[in-house]
């Protein structure tokens, strides 16, 4: 049994404890975490949120086809070959490498919607450097490129659910690294719209007003990141299992 009203109750108090400058937006890949994503994503929205992000193309379209007007964020990578269907579905695609994002430039039949990934510790997908000046240049390459339109920058913190004072400062050398991507861009006349680092954890245990996103996930359906490590505040769980 899904309790959308505990749904939207989580939502609601995870709303109260960001600031006005930060929107959540909801990742709901993998079929809203099992939860059904036509009736979740549909009470999500009535809710207030206009943001989705999910992990494929599949899904993304899927979420086009409950909701007609939204943003949905892919968080991982999509054949350049189907620029025409991010396009099509007004999409926006996470731009994994400057070569991918090079490629999807030369297969688009006009500007593909995009976020550029940082790599700043997860170990997964992004561009990767070491210092902020070289990836603002990369970065700035890519938000050059004639059929991309670079919308926003983002990464994902690794550690964000503990409290080990070793994780807190990764964490918080995560968050100094893509603050400064984003000001080294602004500076340079390349301002984006959006730069969002904080998860479910970085929201509920380092959050930062500078993120005009938050994207939330297993806190929204009532779960913690990290079970011994308590929330600043109380969700409950949207799934009951009966038998």
Known sequence: RIDLAGLERNINTIKQ??????????????????????EVIKKLYSTGIRYFAVSNLDEAISVRNLISD??????GYTPPEYADELIKYNIIQC?????????????APSPVRCHIKLDTGMGRIGLKFKTVS?????AERIASLENIAAEGLFTHFAVADSDDPENV???????????????????????LKHVHFLNSAGAAYHFDGVSTLARIGITMYGLLPNYPLPLPYKVEPVMELKA
Do not use: P, W
């Not at 939204?70 to 968080?75: G, N």
């Not at 070289?134 to 990369?138: G, L, N, Q, Y």
């Not at 690294?177 to 006349?189: D, M």
């Open 17 to 38: 404890h960001l600031s006005s400058s930060t929107e959540i937006m909801a990742v709901v890949k993998a079929d809203a975490y099992g939860h059904g994503e036509n």
């Open 70 to 75: 939204c943003e949905i964020l892919i968080l």
């Open 95 to 107: 731009a994994v490498s400057e070569d991918y994002a090079k490629e999807l430039n030369r297969l």
């Open 134 to 138: 070289e990836c603002a240049d990369c």
């Open 169 to 191: 400062k990764y964490t918080e050398k995560q968050a100094e690294f893509i603050k400064g991507v984003y000001s080294e861009l602004a500076n340079r006349g390349t301002k």
